[in-house]
């Protein structure tokens, strides 16, 4: 078998003692160029052993005996060890999955690709175009969708990392973001849907992964008082600047 290699900065030499014995399969509707070149790029702080492309080609960015990032757990090896994890068999093992797994990232075909969106825009439940797309640099963990502040005036809607919103800040210092900035960004770099996936590497920062295979950089910030001045204040402060200006003159 013909394999590519390249070599992914996101890894961490050794497996900590633990032997490989478990493989975890990943699978993207995105592009083969847009895997790679997101492994590829110490930003994302995301990697796979292995990459295989739809016409099955296979590519390994991470050596099998160094630990690879994909497994949504602490990249570190530090204090997150999977006991929350949905599969029994990660959960009981009380230790960080990276370790101990070859992580595997398959490209879907494009059928199942569209079939993929279709059924996602036609579950409404929990389900928005975002989810699953927005991941959180810190613990490796999906952003999901929360009404912050909920029945307050206050009340507006963020992504936050999933392990922010249950287990709290000690166990990710993550960042939620508001809904409505989030699409800005997304705007500005070409629309939703030129986006394959979106991390947040740190906060007030956000990197998008392109169809295109590129990556974009990006940094926010919350909405300034003058920003959420409604037209009358503006109006207002308008008028009260040409009456200054007028006495100078
Ligand atoms: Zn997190």
Redesign the pocket.
Known sequence: MNITTRNSPNQRAGRGGQTPDFIIMHTTGGSFAGALSWTLNPTAQVSYHFIVARDGAITQTVPIENTAWHAGTNNSGGSVDNRHSTIPAVRERRLNANSYSVGIEAVQSEIARRAKIHSARQVPQGQYPLTGMIK??????PYRRKHASAGSKYEKIVWI????NTLGKA??A?QQIPEDILMERIAEVGGLDMVEAIIVPDHFRLAFNMKNGRTVDAEWQHRSRRESWTAEMKTAAAEKAREHHGKNN
């Open positions: 959180c640099g810190r613990c490796g963990v990392c999933a392990t922010y166990e990710c993550s």
